[in-house]
């Protein structure tokens, strides 16, 4: 679920900007699974800009003030959701913890780095929302330790269909500053794409669904 959409155009605008997302439709670029993609997308850009990573820190605090969440601790999903987790824990003045994609092999073999007790109330921060699974790997991981995941803020979204399914499925609500439908009207607007790149951009889209 977006937001706001004043919020998800101005989002898109930003990370425009400094190219933490970047579209090439005719030059596409590699995904490590091999896919040629004509977006590729790297949040962790927007760390380098005090005030970008203010103004996402502030509307996740928002969104979450303006839900029904609740937290008791902020978790972050390793590693993108990391930095934004922390920032907005500090924000919130609440704890802050982490989720590695799988345990350990040494050491505590943890999981969950950070305290997290039974019970708690939890919403996790992620940086990009692609089909959702790595995503999920860490609300699941949160919850076989008996914690009360109450949602995900994210910051873009790519809105796949198996993605919304999986969310829904997984009975977790998802709040995303941006997509990538309102990403594609903001780089229309501002003359980074044209009509026909859209149509490239929306088919690619359709392949992954």
Partial sequence: MIYNKDLALKTAELLLKIKAVKLSPK?????????????????????????????????????????NFEPEVIAGVATGGIAQGVLTAQELGLPFAYVRPEKKEHGLSNQIEGEVRQGQRIVVVEDLISTGGSSLNAVQALREAGCNVKGMVAIFTYNLFKADKAFKDADCALITLTDYDHLLMKALEIGYITDADVKVLQNFKKSLS
């Fill in 27 to 67: 030059d596409p670029f590699t995904w490590a699974s091999g896919i040629k993609s004509p977006i590729y997308c790297d949040n962790r850009i927007t760390l380098s800009y005090p005030e970008i990573r203010t103004f996402i820190r502030q509307n996740f605090v928002r969104a979450i003030n303006e839900s």
